[in-house]
C-alpha cells in the first residue's frame, strides 16, 4: 500500500466503509444476496461506476460468480450473512483448494445478538474449517483498510480471503480517511487444469498447498502489523479483536493488549511471547471460544468463556464486571411492555395472514417479514428453519404422515425467498408426487432486508430495467397444473382458493401479489376511517392485528391517519360496514 | 472534552436513522471523533429502536451503557421509560409525547404504563413536546423526528448555524425547507 494520499475524513458506515476499501482497492466485480447485517456493502458498492455489482438469487451462486470473475483475472468480491455462508460453503471450500487469480474476498457479516437472524453462528469456525484465512476489523477506518489488505492478501497467499465483520461494525458509523483507488492490471486468463480443475488428482496436490500455505500464513501472521501488541500494565494482558477490543479499551485501557487484526490462521510465536509476558491472560471474543480453544491448545494458560458468555454482544461493563468486578452504576430498568417487531400497516402478508388464520390454517414458514407471521396476534406460523425450507419441510411432514395430514397445512415463501432455494424445494414437490399447496407471497421486492431487487422485479442492482422471472409461468414450467395468482387483499378469492386447493390431491401454488407498502413506487389509496354511529366495537376489525387501529381508552375503535396505508384490510372485516376508505386528495 | 453521549430511542419506521445521520454529520462539521451504532433490519419493523452516538476527543466503543447518556431523545414516551436508567444522574430526556402501543398492548397481553412523563420527571430533567401536532402545523407529520431533534439541540454544545447547515447536506434536497422549518420549531420553544 504505497504512495497513499488521504483524500478527506467522512463519516462512514462499516459496511459503507467495506465498500469504499473495495472500491480503492480496484474491485471490479461484486456478487451477492442481501442480508442483515450485510446488505449496506452492495448497496455502496453500487455507487461506484467502476464497479459491476449484482444481486444474485442466492450466496452460492454469488460466490460461484465472484469465482469465476477471479480466475478470469479481476478483483473480486461477494458479500452475504453468516447464514448465507452456509449456502456458499460448497463452493467456498473448494475455492480453497484452487486459490485465486485476481484477489478474491467474502464478507462475512456475523450477528451475535441475533438483531435479524434465525441463529448466532461464528463465521471463523467455517472459514478454519475450510482453511480460508479471516481479517476482522474494529472500527469503519480499519473495515476500509482491512478490505484493501484482504485483496492484498489474497494475491499473495494464492486462497480466498474472508473479512469477518459483525452487526455492531458493520451497523455503526465512524471517520474514515478517503484513498484513491488503484486498479491492479488485469491479469491474462490461463488455463490451468492442476489449479482450476478440482477432480481427484489436482484436489489432492492442492490439498498439500492448502495446508503449507495455512502455515506459512500464520508464521508471517507474527510479524503483520495488523497484528499488534502494546504493553502497558503487564498484570493484565488481554487478546482480542473485532469490537471486543473497542470494550477492552473502554473497561481496561492500561492493560497490555494484543490485538489481532488477522484472526485466522493465528500467530502462534507472537502470542506465547505476549503471553509469556503477562501475568493474567485473557482471551476476549465474542461468540465461539475460536481463539480461546487453539491458545489453550498450546498448553497456554488463558481465561475467556469460564467468566464471559458465547451468547449475544459484549461492553464495557460486561468486562467491568467479569474481570474486575465492578458493577455499574445505574438505575434498575423499568418494567414495560415488550415491543416486538411487527407487520407494517398496509403490509399484504397480514391480509393472507388474516385469512389463513380464519381458515385454521398451519403454515410452514420461511425467511423474511412475513416469518412475523409466527407471533400474536396472527400465530399462523408453526415451524421456521431457513431460506428455502417452508416448501421442503412441508414435503417431508406429507412423506412422514401422509397428504391427509397436510389437509389443513400450507407452505409460506417470499418471492425472494423462492427464487433463492424455494424453487428447488418446489421441483422436489413436484419430482416426488407431493400434493402441498404453496403460498407465494409476492411483495415484488426482498423486503426484510430493506428492499432489495431480484429476479422477478425488473430491476438489477445497477439499477437497469432487465428480464423478469415469470414466477407463476415458471412453476407452470414445472408442470404443476394448478398454480393461481390472487390479489392479496382480495381475501374472499384468497379464502375460497385456500379451501378447495389445500384439500385437493396434487400440488398447488397460490401467488398472492400485492406490493410492499414500504416501497417508495408504493401509493397509499387512502385512509380508512371509522363511522362511530356504525360501529358495534365487535373488534374483528383488531383481530388481524394491524398497529394503525386501535381501541381507546373509550372503547372507541380508532384509525391513526398517521400510519394508515389505506389497504382496507379492517374494513373488510368489518360487519357493520362502520369502516370505509377516505380516498387520497379528496 | 469528556466523550458526550447521546441516545435516540424509538419505534421502527420512525425515522431514527435519519436522525442519526444528522447528528453524525455535526460531530463530523465540529471536528469531533464520533461513533454511531444503529439497528437495521428485523427491529425496523415497528420494534423497539435504539441508535448511540458517541462523539468526543476520542471515541472508542460505539454503544453508551446503562447510567451513561448525557441526553435521551425519545420519539415515542414508552420507549423512554424503557431505556431511561441508560442516563447518567443528572441527565435529560427529550421526549415527543406520543403514543403508540406495541402489539403485546393492542392484543391485551399487556398495559400500557399511564403517567410516564410525570413519572420520569420526579428523577430526570425532562422535557417533552407534542412533535405530531407541531408537525401538522408545519404541513407534513413526516418532520416530527426533526422537531423534536430541534428541541434537543438546546442540550448539546452545537450552534444553531451548525444544526442548520448540517440538516441542509442530510436530508433529499425537496424537503430541506420543510426540514428547517421543522427544526426551529422545535428549537424556539
Not at chain 1, 34 to 44: A, D, M, Q, Y
Not at chain 2, 8 to 27: D, E
Request: aromatic share 6%; proline share 4%.
Amino acid at each position: 500500500m504505497k504512495g497513499e494520499l488521504t483524500l478527506e475524513k467522512k463519516i462512514m458506515l462499516g459496511n459503507e466503509a467495506i465498500a469504499r476499501g473495495a472500491y480503492e482497492a480496484g474491485v471490479k466485480v461484486s456478487a451477492a444476496y442481501p442480508g442483515t447485517p450485510s446488505t449496506e456493502v452492495s448497496e455502496n458498492l453500487v455507487k461506484y461506476n467502476e464497479i459491476y455489482a449484482e444481486w444474485s438469487p442466492n450466496e452460492k451462486v454469488a460466490m460461484e460468480v465472484a469465482v469465476g470473475a477471479s480466475i478470469a483475472g479481476v478483483r473480486s468480491m461477494v458479500a452475504m450473512k453468516h447464514v448465507g455462508v452456509n449456502v456458499a460453503a460448497d463452493p467456498l471450500y473448494t475455492a480453497s483448494y484452487i486459490g485465486v487469480g485476481g484477489g478474491l474476498v467474502m464478507i462475512a457479516a456475523d450477528d451475535p445478538g441475533l438483531y435479524s437472524s434465525q441463529n448466532e453462528q461464528d463465521t471463523r469456525r467455517v472459514a478454519r474449517a475450510a482453511a480460508v484465512p479471516v481479517l476482522e476489523p474494529s472500527d469503519s477506518e480499519e473495515a476500509r483498510r482491512f478490505t484493501k489488505l484482504a485483496f492484498e492478501l489474497s494475491e499473495e497467499y494464492d486462497t480466498p480471503v474472508i473479512l469477518r465483520t459483525t452487526t455492531r461494525l458493520s451497523h455503526s458509523q465512524g471517520l474514515v480517511n478517503l484513498e484513491e483507488r488503484v486498479e491492479p492490471d488485469d491479469k491474462p486468463y490461463e488455463r490451468n487444469f492442476m489449479k482450476n480443475v478440482m477432480m481427484p488428482g489436482p484436489a489432492k496436490k492442492r490439498h498439500i498447498y492448502v495446508e503449507s500455505r495455512m502455515n506459512k500464513m500464520a508464521e508471517d501472521a507474527c510479524s503483520m502489523d495488523i497484528n499488534k501488541v502494546s504493553y502497558d500494565d503487564t498484570s493484565i494482558g488481554v487478546i482480542s479483536s473485532g469490537i471486543p477490543y473497542q470494550y477492552v479499551k473502554e473497561a481496561l485501557p492500561h492493560a497490555s493488549v494484543l490485538k489481532l487484526g488477522l484472526v485466522n490462521p493465528l500467530p502462534k510465536k507472537l502470542i506465547e511471547k505476549f503471553a509469556s509476558k503477562v501475568d493474567k491472560l485473557y482471551i476476549i471474543e465474542e461468540l465461539e471460544p475460536v481463539i480461546e480453544e487453539q491458545v489453550k491448545s498450546w498448553g497456554i494458560e488463558a481465561t475467556g468463556k469460564e467468566i464471559l458468555t458465547i451468547q449475544g454482544e459484549y461492553s464495557a461493563n460486561m468486562l467491568r464486571k467479569a474481570i474486575l468486578g465492578e458493577e455499574c452504576e445505574a438505575e434498575e430498568p423499568a418494567e414495560v411492555p415488550n415491543r416486538p417487531p411487527i407487520l407494517c400497516p398496509g403490509c399484504p402478508h397480514r391480509s393472507v395472514f388474516s385469512v389463513l388464520k380464519k381458515l385454521k390454517i398451519h403454515a410452514s414458514g420461511d425467511i423474511g417479514c412475513y416469518t412475523l407471521g409466527a407471533v400474536a396476534p396472527l400465530n399462523v406460523i408453526d415451524t421456521t428453519l431457513c431460506m428455502g425450507a417452508s416448501i421442503s419441510m412441508l414435503h417431508g411432514m406429507e412423506k412422514a404422515k401422509g397428504k391427509d395430514f397436510i389437509k389443513n397445512w400450507v407452505a409460506v415463501i417470499g418471492d425472494s425467498t423462492f427464487l433463492h432455494t424455494g424453487v428447488n424445494s418446489l421441483m422436489n414437490m413436484v419430482y416426488n408426487k407431493a400434493t402441498g399447496t404453496v403460498v407465494i407471497l409476492d411483495n415484488s421486492t426482498t423486503g426484510m432486508t430493506g428492499h432489495q431487487d431480484h429476479a422477478a422485479t425488473g430491476k438489477t442492482l445497477m439499477g437497469e430495467t432487465t428480464y423478469i422471472i415469470d414466477i407463476y409461468k415458471l412453476c407452470k414450467a414445472m408442470g404443476i397444473e394448478h398454480v393461481y395468482e390472487i390479489d392479496a387483499f382480495d381475501i374472499d378469492e384468497l379464502e375460497r382458493v385456500l379451501k378447495e386447493e389445500t384439500q385437493r390431491d396434487a400440488i398447488s401454488v397460490i401467488i398472492t401479489k400485492s406490493p410492499c407498502a414500504l416501497l417508495k413506487s408504493y401509493v397509499p389509496k387512502g385512509k380508512c376511517v371509522v363511522d362511530d354511529e356504525k360501529c358495534r366495537r365487535c373488534g374483528a376489525c383488531l383481530v388481524p392485528g394491524c398497529p394503525a387501529i386501535k381501541k381507546n381508552s373509550e372503547g372507541r375503535i380508532v384509525i391513526d391517519d398517521t400510519m394508515c396505508n389505506g389497504c382496507s384490510l379492517c374494513m373488510k372485516k368489518c360487519p357493520f360496514d362502520a369502516i370505509s376508505l377516505e380516498k387520497a386528495g379528496v | 472534552m469528556t466523550t458526550k453521549n447521546i441516545m435516540i430511542v424509538g419505534v421502527g419506521g420512525q425515522g431514527t436513522l435519519l436522525t442519526s445521520r444528522i447528528l453524525g454529520g455535526l460531530a463530523v462539521h465540529a471536528g469531533y471523533d464520533v461513533k454511531l451504532s444503529e439497528v437495521h433490519g428485523m427491529a425496523q419493523r415497528g420494534g423497539s429502536v435504539v441508535t448511540y452516538v458517541r462523539y468526543g476527543e476520542k471515541v472508542s466503543e460505539p454503544i453508551v451503557e446503562e447510567g451513561q447518556a448525557d441526553v435521551l431523545i425519545a420519539f415515542e414516551k414508552l420507549e423512554a421509560k424503557r431505556y431511561a436508567h441508560f442516563l447518567k444522574k443528572d441527565g435529560v430526556i427529550i421526549v415527543n409525547d406520543q403514543r403508540i402501543d406495541p402489539i403485546t398492548v393492542v392484543t391485551g397481553a399487556d398495559k400500557y404504563p399511564e403517567n410516564i412523563i410525570e413519572e420520569l420527571s420526579a428523577k430526570y430533567k425532562v422535557y417533552s413536546i407534542d412533535a405530531m401536532a407541531k408537525a401538522k402545523e408545519i404541513g407534513n407529520t413526516k418532520t416530527f423526528n426533526v422537531v423534536v431533534l430541534g428541541m434537543a439541540a438546546r442540550h448539546m454544545n452545537y450552534t444553531e448555524e451548525d444544526w442548520l447547515t448540517v440538516i441542509e447536506n442530510t436530508v433529499p434536497p425537496k424537503t430541506i425547507e420543510i426540514n428547517k422549518k421543522a427544526f426551529e420549531a422545535g428549537y424556539r420553544i
